[in-house]
């Protein structure tokens, strides 16, 4: 039990690490914004609530109604004056634009515009920062290379100086939707939702000041006195950078500072608003916007509402405490021209327009709602728990069972990470764990138990390996089915084998001494059957039956046969010189043809054997040694297609039993070994047999005499002379070049 929880435990981790780097991959990232997070607002829906922002849309309605040209480089900037001097009025306690002034129009408007903003003394520009590819060339001219050069277009220095603040916004597609924003650029450059916040805080500056001279002297001395003019309100907002760098550089003044806002604070909105400072201030660079909806989910009022006049003196516009954006937002999509696609870009291809954006990132800075996850060491250690958690259900449960109650903890994952969304606006990835921790789980330990099912298999296998084919075991293990008479019908290479001299000596050797004897015989003959692929069919007492064979005719199986049997015959003649004890000189013969191999017997017993006409003509083929003094004989259905073996023909013959006759051939060995007999001696001994089937005896016994003076030990030379001499003195009455064998 130990044993299994302990690999219970290392799967789930395993699961648990398979997670984690999935999870830090660009696909895992890209899956759970583009999958995960989008999913999460879709279901979550727009947001009621009212936002601290207000957007007043330039679109196609606004030139419409006043009559102006819808091309705004033909504007006069006077009407900008007037929606100032309005919403100042109305008041709007920030003013951002989200345009970029950069260019001259009508002096007279310009003027009014740079006016206006200076006696609202609250108002915000849109700067952009460009990237151009500058070409680099080396002495001779030739292009080296290129190099990046940033370059900042500010609005028009009338504009520059008479605004407050002016700052860029930046907001990355990656590939093509916006998810985030980024607070600060370059190291501590605020971008425009900071700014105006910072304009927006503007308004509890004594509160602000006072917080800093409590937890930081140093960085407070900076201070101007108060935020009544407008030279002070500039140098408060200068200051930004400095305290983005002193955040920074020491993490802990964000917790003294949020420590010290009960003291320094007497509204609830001083609260919120300081609270807000400090998060933008000390908070990550990179924010995940928190939509509140669609286009026109920020309230929108449109520019020639402002311009006309639209509220009447002393009438609530609200936009009392509110920051107002002003920028181009277009409801109709073939009019759109500043849209960015988000999660609740609408089926009909409107997109936020980029002020509706501003707003949202300065609203959820100022509400502090924005989107936070979890850091990444919670967020690893979160993954890694739920891989142990699903690696040890899927191991310890049925697979049933294991799906089952998978679906109920992803379900219960599934409304965690959806409450923490939508009740603390905390994004807790759910992709990975879900849609590929779970599912991994799940199937390794399918494939685990598989594998444990596999082993038992496999031990099973082996045990009945040793009295059974292998691959008749592997179809009883997988197909499970029963026993009974018949079989499959192959084509294969049976090779039969016989050792010489086994029923003299087991007539002098106890049981157990032969016992032992016979394994050790048998270890040697096994072993080439085993190397070449081949199945030991049937022993009985020093004969066995090998088989290679295959559903259809197979050229390679011959060859696989024949190399085991001259193996065989090397390995046992080496044994008997040697005086070893599975010495036991071995006859050997190779018939290949149809084999009908399954189960033959009756009732409650059963032998697994190979029948046919294939396997007796092996057996016979083994006698024939006998007849001719030779180690290895082979059908030619067997060495017909065998081109990397040396053999010699010994005769045709018709076996005892048979009808048909069969030639018969002696294997010698491979062609890359030395060659037991040499080529010359060959060639004469193929003359010999050539005239001993053309019926003319005494040359043939003058060339197989001839033969044996120089090998005496040559079989079938031996055999041919003396059935030459045979034939010289009684010639067959019908010669056809085939021997008879009438004893076997």
């Known amino acids: 039990m ?17 997670g984690i780097i999935i999870a830090i991959s660009p696909l895992g990232v890209g899956l759970e914004e583009r999958f995960g997070l989008d999913s999460l607002f879709r279901l979550r829906g727009e947001r009621p609530e009212e936002t601290p922002a207000v957007v007043v849309t330039i679109d196609r309605n606004t030139t419409d109604a006043i009559g102006i040209p819808r091309q705004l480089d033909r504007w006069s900037r006077i009407h900008h004056a007037r929606v100032i001097e ?119 500056y004594d509160a602000w000041r006072r917080l800093w001279q409590q937890v930081d002297a140093d960085v407070a001395a900076g201070f101007p006195p108060d935020a009544d003019s407008t030279e002070n309100r500039k140098r408060v907002l200068a200051m930004g950078g400095t305290l983005r760098q002193r955040m920074m550089d020491d993490p802990s003044l964000a917790t003294r500072l949020l420590k010290g806002i009960e003291r320094n604070a007497e509204t609830g909105r001083e609260k919120r608003i300081l609270k807000a400072l400090i998060d933008a201030y000390a908070g990550d660079a990179g924010r995940i916007l928190n939509f509140y909806g669609g286009p026109g989910s920020v309230r929108t009022i449109s520019y020639h509402q402002i311009l ?153 296998k082996e045990a009945f390996s040793y009295y059974l084919p292998p691959e008749v075991v592997q179809r009883y293990s997988d197909e499970g089915c029963a026993l009974e008479a018949g079989g499959r019908l192959t084509s294969g290479t049976c090779l039969f084998s016989d050792a010489a001299q086994y029923t003299r000596m087991a007539e002098h050797l106890e049981p157990a001494e032969l016992g032992r004897l016979v394994n050790d015989y048998y270890a040697t003959v096994f072993a080439p059957v085993s190397q070449e692929d081949g199945i030991i069919s049937d022993v009985v007492g020093d004969a066995m039956l090998a088989l290679w064979v295959a559903e259809q005719a197979d050229a390679d199986l011959a060859t696989r046969a024949c190399k085991a049997a001259l193996a065989i015959a090397r390995d046992t003649t080496r044994g008997a010189e040697e005086g070893l004890p599975h010495g036991l000189p071995t006859r050997i013969g190779l018939h290949a043809g149809p084999i009908l191999l399954g189960n033959v017997g009756a009732g409650d017993h059963y032998e697994y054997r190979a029948v046919g006409d294939t396997v007796n003509t092996a057996t016979r083929i083994e006698g024939l040694n006998k007849l001719l003094g030779t180690r290895v004989l082979a059908t030619e259905a067997v060495v017909k297609d065998t081109l990397v073996l040396q053999f010699r023909p010994v005769g045709r013959f018709v076996l005892v039993g048979k009808t048909q006759p069969l030639s018969v051939y002696e294997l010698l060995c491979p062609e890359l070994d030395a060659p037991v007999i040499q080529d010359d001696y060959l060639a004469r001994y193929h003359e010999g047999m050539a005239v001993f089937e053309a019926g003319e005896w005494k040359q043939a016994w003058s060339v197989f005499s001839e033969l044996l003076r120089e090998q005496p030990q040559d079989g079938p030379s031996r055999y041919y002379q003396l059935l030459s001499e045979e034939f010289r003195r009684q010639p067959p009455q019908v010669w056809d070049g085939v021997i008879r064998l009438e004893n076997k």
């Open 308 to 460: 006309d006049g639209y509220w009447t003196a002393g009438e609530d516009a609200g936009l009392a405490g509110k920051a107002v954006f002003v920028g181009f937002s277009e409801r109709r999509v073939q009019a759109q021209r500043d849209g960015f696609v988000t999660a609740f870009s609408q089926p009909d291809g409107r997109d936020l327009a980029g002020v509706e954006i501003a707003a949202t990132a300065f609203s959820n800075l100022l509400n502090s709602d924005g989107i936070r996850h979890l850091p990444p060491l919670g967020y690893w250690g979160l993954i890694l728990l739920w891989g142990l958690v699903v690696g040890l259900g899927c191991r310890f449960l049925t697979p049933v069972k294991a799906m089952l109650a998978g679906l109920a903890s992803a379900s219960l994952y599934f409304a965690g990470a959806y409450h923490g969304f939508v009740a603390h606006n905390l994004w807790i990835p759910f992709v990975v764990p879900l849609f590929f921790q779970a599912p991994a789980a799940f199937f390794l330990a399918l494939a685990w138990r598989y594998r444990e099912g596999s082993q038992q298999r496999l031990c099973l």
């Open 2 to 18: 130990q044993l299994s929880m302990f690999r219970a435990l290392v799967f789930g981790s395993l699961i648990g690490l398979l």
């Open 86 to 204: 309005t919403l100042k009025a109305l008041g709007a306690e920030t003013i951002v634009f989200d345009i970029l002034f950069s260019e001259h129009r009508d002096n007279a408007g310009d003027a009014a515009m740079a006016r206006a903003m200076s006696e609202a003394d609250n108002v915000a520009l849109l700067c952009m920062r460009t990237t151009e590819q500058q070409s680099l060339s080396n002495s001779a001219g030739s292009h080296v290379g290129a190099m990046a050069i940033e370059q900042r277009l500010d609005p028009l220095e009338i504009f520059s100086d008479a605004a407050l603040a002016t700052s860029p916004f930046y907001l990355p597609k990656v590939p093509e939707q916006v998810r985030q924003y980024w607070t600060f650029k370059a190291g501590s450059l605020p971008t425009l939702p900071v700014t105006a916040l910072q304009i927006y805080g503007l308004q509890i």
